[in-house]
């Protein structure tokens, strides 16, 4: 069974810090691209960033609201994907959410890139 | 970025109708189109992606159609779990964009 569960999320000062954890179990994280999205209180989705598989160098890409502040990270060996926020303001307080991409392997097309599992979410407020 | 707008941003139906929920992507996105229920306080669920193609298993009662920019998410006779929010995302192209969500409610 796929089970995504996020942890690391708090209370945290404007212009603070913050990682986030995404624990993987039940498929190989390794082969497949990994993202986050964010929803604020009462708000609607925002996809916040995606890193590419092994097979693609690892490579990233961010919205532009995070682009410059937010880095997301893997580490295969441990099941683990991560989000390290910096800069944080209050605009970022929202429930982060990590999803699995579909494809896996070196070829992932635009048609097979679509969520497929999603994790339960951890809370982030940024509040002075 | 590509824009996704569903409409309506919110329904009242009763249990047993049959409702569809509309979502149009300012440029064309192919069939690159997915569609996620979110029960309040949940996680987002996969239902379909490929605009048109279920989730592993979601139920046959719904369904989904379009391609290009307009898109349809239909749930062919609503039951008492089905009331959520439903949300339309284009893989297209980055940034990856979201709808601004339907909430179905009980009437």
């Known amino acids: 069974e796929v089970r995504l569960v996020e942890s690391g999320g708090g209370l945290v000062q404007p212009g603070g810090s913050l990682r986030l954890s995404c624990a993987a179990s039940?498929?190989?994280?390794?082969?497949?691209?990994m993202d986050w999205v964010r929803q604020a209180p009462g708000k609607g989705l925002e996809w916040v960033g995606r890193?590419?598989?092994?097979?693609?160098?690892?490579?990233?890409e961010y919205a532009a609201s995070v682009k410059g502040r937010f880095t997301i990270s893997r580490d295969d060996s441990k099941n683990s994907l991560y989000l390290q926020m910096n800069s944080l303001t209050t605009e970022d307080t929202a429930v982060y959410f990590c999803?699995?991409?579909?494809?896996?392997?070196?070829?992932?097309?635009?048609?097979?890139?679509?969520?497929?599992?999603w994790g339960q979410g951890t809370l982030v407020t940024v509040s002075s | 970025d590509i824009q996704m707008t569903q409409s309506p941003s919110s329904l009242s139906a009763s249990v047993g109708d049959r409702v569809t929920i509309t979502c149009r992507a300012s440029?064309?996105?192919?069939?690159?189109l997915a569609w996620f229920q979110q029960k309040p306080g949940a996680a987002p669920k996969s239902l379909i992606y490929?605009?048109?193609s279920l989730q592993s298993g979601v139920p046959s009662k719904f369904s989904g159609s379009g391609s290009g920019t307009d898109f349809t998410l239909t749930i062919s006779s609503l039951q008492p779990e089905d009331f959520a929010t439903y949300y339309c995302?284009?893989?297209?192209?980055?940034?990856?964009?979201f709808g601004g969500g339907t909430k179905v409610e009980i009437k």
């Open positions: 999803a699995r991409v579909y494809c896996s392997g070196s070829n992932c097309p635009w048609g097979k890139a679509y969520f497929d599992y």
């Open positions: 039940g498929f190989t994280l390794s082969d497949h691209y």
């Open positions: 890193i590419r598989n092994k097979a693609n160098s690892d490579t990233t």
């Open positions: 440029q064309g996105i192919s069939n690159y």
């Open positions: 490929g605009a048109s």
């Open positions: 995302q284009q893989y297209n192209s980055y940034p990856l964009t």
